[in-house]
């Protein structure tokens, strides 16, 4: 299956042409983003947490302390809205209504459940490194049995997703074209700075070549 | 008042230094950002919303289409969960249990109700573009009745709020320290590119003075 089927949950109707539910479209700007937000519902109150995650095929993985309220919540198996959204720029357009925002987001429901065993979540944590950072997990200290006890790794398969986007310059009323005044994009980008060395780094370590590679946005 | 009193939605427990309930610290974060993510339930199913915000005193401000399900949800007045989160690092530890990133997140809680009357409308407009681009709103073509009948503007006074932040190096165990890897921080930005002209610009028009105070992150 190339494409998610949209039911009522993530079927666009207004704007539908920014919308696309194949998984390519969805992948790619999942394997831009780092950060997403989780939204849950306990007692009727909606929750949205941030958090870190990463994909394996169609299923999503984020982690954190076993005592959190978002990882005791999602991990008995209660609705999830997953989204990964990152800003591309200011769309300036000649009117305030025409102005508009350029993205990339995603948003997906499905199901979570925790990863049960220390092997299996060590292995999930493993991926995450590697994605971020290829070959940084063989020269870390490897986790204790205390700490994977501690730690919850959800998993959650997608089970529809959409892709939305918007990109290009401002979509003016016609006649506003002859308005004298500043109209465009202003581009918005996440950026890598420059390795910050820990204060406490043992003299004569340096940046990994690894560190020159890693993505966001 | 100068802080928010927390009850048990936005209380944190678990790194409960990295959270304060002060006004100016949920402000600051506020100010920082652009976009939002909004959450909401519909028959007990959660939804989250990627969408730009602005602020005034304690109120927080989100608009879009009339035809919106999340403006068309949160206008009723049903509980909403508002975050606005700005990744600022990757924290690589010398373990991938005290591996982390450092972020400024805002939490609030409360009820939205929808602004009535195109005059309220447009004010708040206003005030949303004058925070991201002082002046401009006098530049261009005023909105129509009709644009403000078909937009929907929400305001949601906070009811509690929590910032959460991460700063700074690693926490390593202290017998880590001896460890012969790299650690530090991979610092992530949220940069303003250059304004780039709409390809139907009148010719003659320059950048306005005004784009190169936006700020975000």
New interface residues.
Partial sequence: MDAYTPTT?SKV??LHERAKYDRDSVFAILDAS??C?????IE???????T?FWREGGTLYWHG?A???MLRTVEKGV?????A?L?D??V??????H?S?N?R?V?A?GTAHALKGEREKDKA?LAF?EK??PG??D??????SQ?LKG?TVVAMEIEEAVAKARSG??N??EE???????????????????????????PG????DY?KR?R?G
């Fill in positions: 949950r109707k207004r780092i950060l937000h989780v939204g849950y519902v009727g109150q909606p929750y949205v947490t941030a870190a302390s005592a959190s309220r609705p999830v809205c997953f989204t959204s800003l720029g200011l300036l357009a000649r009117s305030g209504f102005s925002m993205y987001s948003t429901f944590l490194s971020l950072h940084r997990w020269e870390i200290r490897p986790s204790t700490e730690t310059p401002p003016d009323d506003d074209y002859a308005m004298d005044v500043w109209a465009g994009v202003i581009p918005v980008r996440t950026v890598i700075g420059a390795p910050e060395d820990d204060p406490r780094l043992k370590i340096a940046a990994p560190l890693i966001i």
